[in-house]
């Protein structure tokens, strides 16, 4: 009888020792979440549960004796029987989805668990997208008139030497001032001989009216 105490004290102590796993999600990515399990649980459905343990509700299960996976819109579940592994995935996870799992295998008289502390942090606020403005930036219009400005003027091949282009009135001018020149030319010939005769005229005169008058003193 003492025996069989020990016995269901020693069983209650283990069923009390359970490992505990913190797992750490952000918000709107993907918490993976792996629960090993001891060698002979291999054949027995097991089960993801969420909340206290008082107050747990399943959210997924697997299929008894059956290597596989389950899915729903929010939960992924895969018992490797292999490496003896439960694997759960949370989807889409948010700030209420943080909180208390359980990884339990429902055998017969002993339910090993493992319980899952869940955190999840808030993601980053994107970044502002910048201004749009309306108007140009002043320095591409700066810059696009810096360009047209620096371009060099196309020469033409043929051509060694670019002189500039007389004005077209200038040979229709040249056709009117030569006559004019010839015709001043002339009579310049024509009117000065003629002064210079009418000069030497007078001159005479005033020599002559010099001498009458000297002539005229001396017979008086």
Same mark, same amino acid.
């Given at each position: 009888?003492?025996?069989?105490?020990?016995?269901?004290?020693?069983?209650?102590?283990?069923?009390?020792?359970?490992?505990?796993?913190?797992?750490?999600?952000?918000?709107?990515?993907?918490?993976?979440?792996?629960?090993?399990?001891?060698?002979?649980? =291999?054949?027995?459905?097991?089960?993801?549960?969420?909340?206290?343990?008082?107050?747990?509700?399943?959210?997924? =299960? /697997?299929?008894?004796?059956? +290597?596989?996976?389950? +899915?729903?819109?929010?939960?992924?579940?895969?018992?490797?029987?292999?490496? !003896?592994? $439960?694997?759960?995935?949370?989807?889409?996870?948010?700030?209420?989805?943080?909180?208390?799992?359980?990884?339990?295998?429902?055998?017969?008289?002993?339910?090993?668990?493992? =319980?899952?502390?869940?955190?999840?942090?808030?993601?980053?606020?994107?970044?502002?997208?910048?201004?749009? /403005? @309306?108007?140009?930036?002043? @320095?591409?219009?700066?810059?696009?008139? /810096?360009? %047209?400005?620096?371009?060099?003027?196309? @020469?033409? @091949?043929?051509?060694? /030497? $670019?002189?500039?282009?007389?004005?077209?009135?200038?040979?229709?001018?040249?056709? $009117?001032?030569?006559?004019?020149?010839?015709?001043?030319?002339?009579?310049?010939?024509?009117?000065?001989?003629?002064?210079?005769? %009418?000069?030497? $005229? !007078?001159?005479? !005169?005033?020599?002559?009216?010099? =001498?009458?008058?000297?002539?005229?003193?001396?017979?008086?």
């Amino acid at each position: 009888m003492r025996k069989m105490l020990l016995l269901i004290i020693w069983l209650s102590s283990v069923r009390c020792q359970h490992p505990k796993i913190r797992v750490s999600a952000q918000e709107g990515g993907l918490a993976n979440i792996s629960c090993p399990y001891d060698s002979g649980y =291999e054949t027995y459905p097991k089960y993801f549960y969420k909340g206290l343990y008082a107050h747990r509700h399943i959210v997924i =299960e /697997t299929a008894a004796g059956k +290597q596989g996976s389950s +899915q729903n819109r929010k939960y992924y579940i895969c018992d490797d029987t292999k490496q !003896r592994v $439960l694997h759960v995935t949370i989807h889409n996870v948010n700030l209420n989805d943080a909180g208390t799992y359980w990884c339990q295998i429902d055998a017969y008289l002993f339910h090993p668990r493992t =319980e899952i502390e869940l955190k999840v942090y808030k993601a980053p606020a994107p970044p502002k997208p910048p201004l749009v /403005t @309306s108007n140009p930036p002043v @320095s591409t219009t700066v810059q696009t008139i /810096t360009r %047209n400005q620096q371009q060099p003027a196309v @020469s033409d @091949s043929s051509s060694t /030497t $670019l002189w500039p282009t007389p004005p077209a009135d200038m040979y229709t001018g040249n056709k $009117l001032y030569f006559p004019v020149v010839a015709a001043a030319a002339a009579a310049a010939a024509v009117l000065l001989p003629m002064v210079f005769f %009418n000069c030497c $005229l !007078r001159k005479h !005169r005033h020599d002559t009216g010099c =001498e009458l008058s000297q002539f005229n003193t001396e017979m008086n």
